[in-house]
């Protein structure tokens, strides 16, 4: 005799749970809470996600086949390259404005759990990469279509600038009001507006 069907979406499950891990942090959020938001019972959580760390394991890479893709897929538009870049730096700088200041669950994660937990830190780290990699991709054509110097290096440019991507993500966790997360933007975004005879942030020396 099959077992009783599933009654819930699982991706919805999933989704609302995320939003869980999202708003309150991991340590801050118990079974129970999952149980009350996602709406489907104990058992039935359990036995589709496993338990609390299983289940924010599947939340961080649902949330990076979801917003951290979305970014990506930004950065890969056609068009402006640096265009692509400044419009996705404006969106952090609006992430959750009018209702709970979310941030980024991977930035999050890293500065919750990382320190200690080294599994979930790789995680992080790789899901980020992939961040780093659309932002390299971007500044090489910005390279070739002469929106930024010939001698740049694009490599060290992707990793600065998805380093203050999460900087600005925990200011705006922080409630750092708008008006200030787009200055602090405009002022990080600066720098891929050099000339060729400027080094990027003296960091060659």
């Given at each position: 005799?099959?077992?009783?069907?599933?009654?819930?979406?699982?991706?919805?499950?999933?989704?609302?749970?995320?939003?869980?891990?999202?708003?309150?942090?991991?340590?801050?959020?118990?079974?129970?809470?999952?149980?009350?938001?996602?709406?489907?019972?104990?058992?039935?959580?359990?036995?589709?996600?496993?338990?609390?760390?299983?289940?924010?394991?599947?939340?961080?890479?649902?949330?990076?086949?979801?917003?951290?893709?979305?970014?990506?897929?930004?950065?890969g538009e056609p068009g402006r390259p640096l265009r692509n870049i400044r419009?996705?730096?404006?969106?952090?700088?609006?992430?959750?404005?009018?209702?709970?200041?979310?941030?980024?669950?991977?930035?999050?994660t890293a500065v919750e759990l990382a320190p200690h937990d080294p599994a979930?830190?790789?995680?992080?780290?790789?899901?980020l990469r992939r961040v780093e990699k659309a932002l390299h991709e971007t500044?090489?054509?910005?390279?070739?279509?002469?929106?930024?110097?010939?001698?740049?290096?694009?490599?060290?440019?992707?990793?600065?600038?998805?380093?203050?991507?999460?900087?600005?993500?925990?200011?705006?966790?922080?409630?750092?009001?708008?008006?200030?997360?787009?200055?602090?933007?405009?002022?990080?975004?600066?720098?891929?507006?050099?000339?060729?005879?400027?080094?990027?942030?003296?960091?060659?020396?």
């Amino acid at each position: 005799m099959s077992g009783r069907p599933k009654r819930f979406d699982e991706t919805e499950a999933l989704d609302a749970a995320m939003s869980v891990f999202w708003i309150h942090g991991y340590d801050a959020t118990s079974y129970d809470d999952l149980v009350r938001y996602v709406g489907i019972g104990r058992q039935s959580l359990y036995a589709t996600f496993g338990n609390k760390r299983t289940l924010y394991v599947k939340c961080i890479e649902r949330y990076a086949d979801t917003v951290t893709q979305r970014a990506v897929d930004l950065l890969g538009e056609p068009g402006r390259p640096l265009r692509n870049i400044r419009r996705w730096f404006t969106q952090l700088s609006d992430v959750g404005l009018g209702r709970e200041r979310r941030g980024c669950l991977l930035t999050n994660t890293a500065v919750e759990l990382a320190p200690h937990d080294p599994a979930l830190a790789r995680l992080v780290r790789t899901r980020l990469r992939r961040v780093e990699k659309a932002l390299h991709e971007t500044l090489m054509r910005a390279a070739e279509v002469g929106e930024l110097a010939q001698d740049v290096d694009t490599r060290m440019l992707a990793s600065y600038l998805l380093n203050a991507a999460q900087g600005l993500l925990v200011m705006n966790r922080l409630g750092v009001g708008r008006k200030k997360l787009r200055e602090i933007a405009a002022v990080t975004l600066s720098v891929i507006q050099m000339d060729s005879h400027t080094k990027f942030l003296e960091l060659r020396s």
